[in-house]
């Protein structure tokens, strides 16, 4: 007994200097950048969750560790040198278990051991993360098994490699095991990916949705397109069918005003008798402050404490990587795992499909309205094992598993690989969508419901524009337009749908699916588009060098107190909804609204026009929906 406890202390003694040395090494980061600044802000007003989430991350290591080790622990007791081939089996394991998430999510590790491509692990990393990496890893795992339980005879050897194996096969097994997705009749699913451009329903670029498309025979709306392409706002005109300016949520700060957004298709839903489900990963953070009047929300909650707080959480590699096997992910504390899913870079669609089986199976027999956001292939283009194997293992850049939020692509090389990794992103979600959709088409639930795959927004890839995003321009549709397949009974509600169209129109259509009689009725007629742009964040190359100026993100949002959410400060709401630019389309006719800093340049097909000549149509709605600055557009 005093052998064991000698040989947990020791663990225990070991991960702690792991910890130590974690965060005093490198510069903490969030989203691509040095935040030391915010971190110090923090600290003032997070010290004791800091101080519990440190030493919660101090228990997880040493128990996962002490675990991991445990088929060792008969050699150790007859090591010449305890001690010391302790701290090389400690080692072993922090780079198999590192390495086997890593390989698994690289986006996840990126900034830790590949930074720009120079750092000191970023070699290692890019052959980890190849088509002999896993195999690698493997071999590497064996002999290190071998080698360290060497002195306990051939038994206890053969004993701790079946022991890893058996550990290995459980885990993948826990985690790749089959989706049994069932839905009662007249449900109506809802998967929408973030960021997918109306172009990625293709059979080169979706091939397992366009497969089943074709055979289901489903309805396709090739570009249907968000009010504003920017998620939240995004979101809310889909599921209030309003304008951004008439829910309140134009930005993705939107001010606590707006956090009620009922009536909605939940609560319509809800009001006929469906279980509303609400399931997603981190761009779904927002679900959890804007209430939608869902039955559950099973979402990352992202506010700057969550933010502050995942940057002491990434500190520790070992940490990240067992947080990254959902098994083990779901055992931790619930606020834990909150922070660890509401990480930009981490994405795990197949996890959110097993989430989103949990909360249908929790419904009983009751007909379903469920809403599922994953993350891929949203910026930063989170990649997940085996996709990101088909992109040019010869591209040596900054970008080679991930784009960071503040670096600008340098070479036409480094474009390439931004586009790769947006495909790849496109890949894994294709994949996982698909096996949620031939589930459903097994058990017959595909042929009593309706599914739809979709988009919130699209996504610009230096097409025309030299730019990358969303949400900051309205000069290209692949940065606005999304597509919408529908599956199952209701997609004849689609079948009148003209495209492009807005998204706002469909609302009526997705009740009517369900059987229930459309009572969300949009203020625009079908036969007209309109766009604007989000806030402008930050002084990039997406945003429009004629504008409008107003400060950047550090000024221009507030957090109230520790634990509200944050939002655009007052003074600036104002301005900021002024300076975007619009776009309205009516019997073929395109009208561009540009606010400058002098004047609003107003543009008919691009070329300039007078503001008399103005549509009636939009005349007036800007009156109605935007009163406080319609005065300002029109003149």
């Given amino acids: 007994m005093r052998a064991f406890a000698r040989w947990v202390f020791l663990i225990a003694v070991f991960q702690l200097a792991v910890l130590v040395l974690d965060f005093v090494g490198g510069s903490f980061t969030y989203f691509g950048g040095a935040d030391l600044r915010t971190l110090r802000l923090a600290w003032n007003y997070y010290f004791a969750d800091i101080a519990r989430l440190t030493g919660y991350a101090l228990f997880f290591n040493w128990l996962i560790s002490s675990l991991l080790l445990l088929p060792l622990y008969p050699a150790w007791l007859r090591w010449r040198r305890p001690r010391t081939t302790l701290f090389f089996a400690l080692l072993a394991v922090h780079a198999v278990w590192i390495g086997a998430a890593c390989i698994r999510i690289p986006s996840l ?34 002999a290190a098994i071998a080698l360290l339980s060497r002195g306990a005879g051939r038994v206890a050897q053969l004993a701790a490699l079946a022991a890893y194996a058996g550990i290995a096969g459980v885990l993948g097994w826990l985690s790749l095991r089959p989706l049994d997705l069932r839905l009662p009749e007249r449900s109506v699913l809802i998967l929408m990916a973030d960021s997918l451009r109306s172009d990625a329903f293709a059979p080169g670029r979706m091939p397992a949705l366009s497969r089943l498309a074709a055979q289901e025979q489903a309805l396709v709306l090739p570009q249907v397109l968000p009010p504003q392409p920017r998620t939240a706002p995004a979101v809310t005109s889909l599921l209030t069918a309003r304008l951004p300016e008439e829910s309140g949520v134009a930005s993705m700060f939107s001010p606590e005003e707006s956090f009620g957004q009922a009536p909605s298709l939940a609560s319509v839903f809800h009001e006929a008798g469906f279980c509303t489900v609400a399931v997603g990963e981190y761009p779904a953070e927002f679900m959890r402050k804007i209430d939608y009047a869902f039955e559950s929300v099973d979402a990352p909650l992202v506010r700057f404490k969550e933010i502050a707080l995942q940057m002491v959480l990434s500190k520790s590699p070992f940490f990240l990587a067992s947080l990254s096997w959902a098994p083990i992910r779901g055992r931790a504390r619930r606020d834990v795992r909150n922070f660890f899913e509401g990480l930009p870079v981490f994405a795990d669609s197949r996890g959110l499909m097993q989430r989103l089986q949990r909360a249908v199976r929790a419904c009983g027999d009751r007909p379903v309205f469920a809403f599922v956001f994953a993350d891929q292939p949203h910026f930063p283009y989170v990649q997940t094992w085996p996709h990101y194997l088909a992109l040019d293992a010869g591209y040596r850049g900054r970008y ?102 807005l998204t706002i129109h469909l609302a009526r259509r997705i009740l009517e699916a369900g059987g229930v009689p459309g009572s969300l009725t949009p203020s625009l007629p079908e036969d007209v588009l309109y766009v604007q742009t989000g806030e402008w964040l930050a002084n990039t190359p997406n945003v429009p060098v004629e504008r409008v100026p107003y400060p950047e993100l550090s000024e221009l949002l507030e957090v109230k107190d520790k634990d509200a959410p944050i939002v655009l400060k007052p003074q600036y709401r104002p301005v900021v909804e002024y300076a975007k630019q619009r776009m309205w389309i009516e019997h073929g006719v395109r009208w561009d609204l540009r606010p400058l800093a002098d004047r609003v340049e107003i543009l008919r097909d691009g070329k300039p026009a007078a503001a008399e000549e103005l549509p009636p149509e939009l005349r007036n709605f800007l009156r109605r929906a935007d009163r406080e600055i319609a005065g300002l557009l029109l003149h």
């Fill in 400 to 501: 080679r598993f991930m784009k960071d939020a503040v670096s600008a692509p340098q070479t036409d090389a480094d474009k390439a690989r931004i586009r790769s990794l947006y495909w790849s992103g496109v890949r894994a979600v294709d994949e996982t969508f698909t096996e949620a959709l031939s589930s459903l088409q097994r058990n017959g639930s595909l042929a009593r419901a309706t599914a739809v795959v979709t988009g919130d927004h699209g996504e610009s890839l230096y097409d025309h524009l030299g730019i990358m995003g969303h949400g900051d321009q309205i000069g290209e549709m692949e940065g606005i337009a999304v597509p919408w397949i529908v599956f199952g009974r209701g997609r004849d509600r689609f079948a009148s749908a003209k495209s492009p169209l």
């Fill in 109 to 142: 590790f990126a900034e830790i051991y590949y930074g720009d491509g120079h750092a000191l692990f970023s070699r290692p990393m890019a052959l980890l993360c190849s088509r002999f990496g896993a195999v690698a890893l493997v071999l590497f795992a064996a």
